[in-house]
């Protein structure tokens, strides 16, 4: 299994980037997948997940009306489409997935079975 994570940069304040995360050894469909972002200094936290059918969809609340989670399980790829990018969302991007449902909930990073690389998010003043 591989999740592969890209679109991650440098952007000014204001600025936009859309992130994806391919997937690819996995019955795609079947899985949730969730975004997560890790800033230096600070512990990994949750930004937005997408169910496996893609009618359920959670945000953190410090990206809402920013940032928009989507999947196409034609091309097995997950997006993240992040506007209105600001310092603070400075950080490395992780996507993972986890099969079927949570057994919490889609913000508990133990719930994911798989984790992808990261990209790197940088976005200057």
């Known amino acids: 299994v591989q999740l592969q994570a890209s679109g991650g940069g440098l952007v000014q304040a204001g600025g936009s980037l859309r992130l994806s995360c391919a997937a690819s050894?996995?019955?795609?469909?079947?899985?949730?997948v969730g975004w997560f972002r890790q800033a230096p200094g600070k512990e990994r936290e949750f930004v937005a997940a997408?169910?496996?059918?893609?009618?359920?969809?959670y945000y953190a609340d410090s990206v809402k009306g920013r940032f928009t989670i989507s999947r196409d399980n034609t091309k097995n790829t997950v997006f993240l489409q992040m506007n209105s990018l600001q310092p603070e969302d400075t950080a490395v991007y992780y996507c993972?997935?986890?099969?079927?449902?949570?057994?919490?909930?889609?913000?508990?990073?133990?719930?994911?079975?798989?984790w992808g690389q990261g990209t790197q998010v940088t976005v200057s003043s």
């Open positions: 997408i169910s496996w059918s893609g009618r359920s969809i």
């Open positions: 993972a997935a986890l099969r079927g449902i949570p057994n919490n909930n889609y913000y508990s990073q133990n719930d994911y079975d798989y």
């Open positions: 050894g996995l019955a795609f469909s079947h899985y949730g």
